[in-house]
């Protein structure tokens, strides 16, 4: 079996107690003999601030270049509101973004039977959904140039953003779109606005084209992207997989993942390029949610978003798709015995804390093995 390397940097806040839990399943996995995961740790955010002046230390960069995935947990928190802009705690994971080339965001959207009823949606339009959100991460009017406010000759101001994308860009995020499809539901569903956008044009025709010449096997539909929020919330299982820009992509996958109820559950993976040689890609998995410190060492976070985050790690940098559809598994069958952090409970649930939960979801899975 060949060895592959992982660079933890579980962060701040709850970032370490909801790590710890996927720690001790790594465990579970090399000492069955079924991976043979070599583990690294690095600080990042306040914590790497405090250790070393800088949001991530050179050292833990070169790891993270290296490593064939990043686990990441969660950066900030009050202590560090007052830093300098270049090493607040967000300065670390948009380094590691920027330099690991991380330009397609996977932000999946699952509703687990058992919590169907605490979507606002009904349970009808929600139970059995299983979606994914492909978002470019690294291009569009987030970085585009020019980017700036002017003050204009008669006093006023004028703020301008640039929506900019290559044939490339566009080309390199439909096809993780339409691979990513083929081993799912076979749909592509490209969101743009093509009636108001030039960049909207562009992104239809490559869109178009890639799909048409290489994945004439995946149906793909075209769907303006104001029209696709009010589907996700009409009708949400008519899609499989959402491919759209970094504008569109923060906010339909933020639609998308309310859908299913608490930030304590949803997971996300970010995609460089596939190396040329090893045909690898670099990959940081990480919780949608932030450092949480209203609840930061007491024990009660919910480990499922960074555990579900490590089950994409298994799936889409590892191959191992079946310990990871396991480990999905496991955490549905102990959401159905009813544990809850308190996060996700309701009056009347026993609540666990996150090692019991986290607990619960190894012996689920380790029955699974
Ligand atoms: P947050 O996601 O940390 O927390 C929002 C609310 O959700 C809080 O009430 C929190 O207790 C709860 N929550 C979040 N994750 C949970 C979990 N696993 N289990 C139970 N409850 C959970 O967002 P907030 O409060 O806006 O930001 C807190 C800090 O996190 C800030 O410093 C912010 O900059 C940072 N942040 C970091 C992110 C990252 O590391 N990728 C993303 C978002 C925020
Ligand atoms: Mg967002």
């Known amino acids: 079996m060949a060895t592959n390397t992982l660079l933890l940097l579980p962060g701040d806040g709850i970032g370490p107690e909801i790590m710890a839990e996927v720690k001790e399943i790594i465990a579970l996995l090399n000492g069955r003999g079924l991976t043979d995961f070599a583990t690294d740790e690095g600080l990042v955010g ?32 009050p202590k560090w509101d007052g830093v300098p802009y270049d090493v607040r705690p967000e300065a670390g994971l948009l380094r590691l973004r920027k330099d ?22 009904k349970r009808e339009v929600v139970e059995g959904l299983d979606i994914l959100i492909v978002r470019e991460l690294t291009g569009g009017v987030y970085f585009g140039e020019p980017k700036e406010i002017v ?27 339409f691979d990513l499809a083929r081993a799912r539901g076979r749909k592509v569903a490209s969101a743009e606005k093509r009636n108001v956008m030039k960049s909207g044009v562009l992104w239809n025709q490559v869109v178009t084209k890639i799909g048409k010449e290489e994945y004439a096997d995946v149906a793909l539909e075209h769907v303006l992207a104001d029209n696709c929020a009010m589907q ?13 820009d970094n504008l569109f992509g923060d906010i339909l996958s933020d639609v998308a993942a309310m859908l299913t109820g608490s930030l304590g559950m949803l997971p996300s993976a970010s995609l460089g390029a596939p190396d040329a040689a090893t045909g690898k890609r670099k990959a940081l998995y990480e919780p949608v949610h932030g450092s949480a410190p209203d609840i930061a060492g007491k024990g ?9 985050s490590f089950a994409m790690a298994l799936r889409y940098s590892f191959g191992l798709i079946d310990l990871s559809d396991k480990l999905d598994a496991a955490i549905a069958a102990v959401l159905g015995k009813g544990l809850r952090t308190r996060d996700i409970g309701k009056d009347g649930d026993t609540l666990v804390s996150t090692k019991e939960m986290g607990a619960a979801i190894r012996e689920e899975f380790a029955a699974l093995l």
């Not at 991380?102 to 009823?117: E, M, Q, S, T, W």
């Not at 006093?155 to 044939?167: I, M």
């Not at 009660?300 to 579900?308: D, K, L, R």
Request: hydrophobic fraction near 50%; charged fraction near 15%; glycine fraction near 6%.
């Open 46 to 77: 306040g914590s790497a601030y405090d250790a070393h002046g800088a949001a991530i230390s050179e050292a833990d960069m070169a790891k993270a270049l290296s490593a064939d995935a990043v686990l990441f947990g969660a950066v900030g928190g």
């Open 100 to 121: 690991l080339g991380l330009f397609a965001n996977l932000r999946p959207a699952i509703c687990y039977p058992a919590l169907a009823d605490a979507s606002s949606l």
């Open 151 to 177: 003050t204009l000759e008669n006093g006023q101001k004028r703020a301008v953003d640039t929506q900019l994308y290559t044939t490339s860009e566009i080309e390199r995020i439909a096809r993780v779109a």
């Open 232 to 244: 996700l919330v009409r009708w949400p299982k008519q899609y499989d997989v959402i491919v759209c």
């Open 300 to 308: 009660i976070a919910n480990p499922i978003a960074m555990i579900a």
